[in-house]
């Protein structure tokens, strides 16, 4: 039964602190997403890539935020510095893109980040 | 603006009775629709897909339905249980075709009481 895995679950960090989230997409899927849960904004995309290049991160605050794929089993999910708006639970999801535009998308357990 | 709108306030219905859940959706022209369940510390899970030609679609105890021209879906869930209970998300291609992208709902949570 495959899945997308994360790690960690949960994180609970100091302002200021970094923060690295990483993700396993779906063996054979070539769509890996990264979002943001929250009570306020509900989900919210922060970033997503096709076969490992990044399509869009307009959603991600540029100056403290990153996301890459540096293979296709891992994505990964940075903040420098962390600061306690960033509290909320991050998902990664993945898919299988096959450019008829109706894909669904497979989403991790996500990690729980709090920073204090 | 963009926006997608389904209603905040829970809702509580009779185990049996039919729960029906609304998305709207103002200044999108989705190719599709999809709708997703949430469980409370999970990750959500996709339950049905519509494309915008289509009028209806089913699934055992599931029907959606998606009408362009009011730019709204429906989400039924028939027979409910108590197990159905979970917030359910409606999603959208925002209209930037073969990207994979979604924009998500802020999710409706059904209560089914026994």
């Known amino acids: 039964d495959a899945r997308v895995t994360q790690t960690p679950r949960h994180k609970v960090t100091e302002m200021g602190q970094e923060v690295t989230m990483r993700c396993q997409p779906i063996?054979?899927?070539?769509?890996v997403f990264w979002y943001r849960q929250t009570m306020m904004q509900g989900l919210e995309l922060l970033a997503y890539?096709?076969?490992?290049?990044?399509?869009?991160d307009s959603g991600m605050p540029k100056d403290r935020f990153s996301a890459e794929m540096p293979d296709a089993t891992l994505a990964t999910l940075k903040i420098q510095p962390s600061e306690p708006r960033d509290s909320a639970v991050y998902f990664c999801?993945?898919?299988?893109?096959?450019?008829?535009?109706?894909?669904?998308?497979?989403f991790g357990p996500g990690t729980r980040l709090t920073v204090t | 603006s963009q926006k997608i709108e389904q209603n905040s306030e829970a809702l509580n219905i009779q185990e049996g009775k039919t729960a029906t859940l609304t998305c709207n959706y103002t200044n999108y022209s989705p190719a599709y629709l999809q709708w997703y369940r949430q469980d409370p510390g999970r990750g959500p899970v996709f339950l049905l897909l519509i494309r915008e030609n289509e009028k209806e679609k089913r699934k055992e105890r599931l029907k959606v339905t998606f009408d362009t021209t009011l730019k709204q879906s429906l989400f039924h869930i028939t027979a409910s249980q108590p197990a159905d209970s979970a917030t359910y998300l409606c999603?959208?291609?925002?209209?930037?075709?073969?990207?994979?992208?979604?924009?998500f709902g802020q999710g409706t949570t059904l209560q089914v009481k026994p």
């Open positions: 063996l054979g899927h070539n769509t």
């Open positions: 890539f096709r076969n490992r290049a990044p399509l869009d």
């Open positions: 999801a993945s898919g299988r893109t096959l450019g008829t535009g109706s894909d669904e998308q497979y």
């Open positions: 999603a959208l291609d925002p209209g930037s075709s073969n990207t994979g992208k979604l924009i």
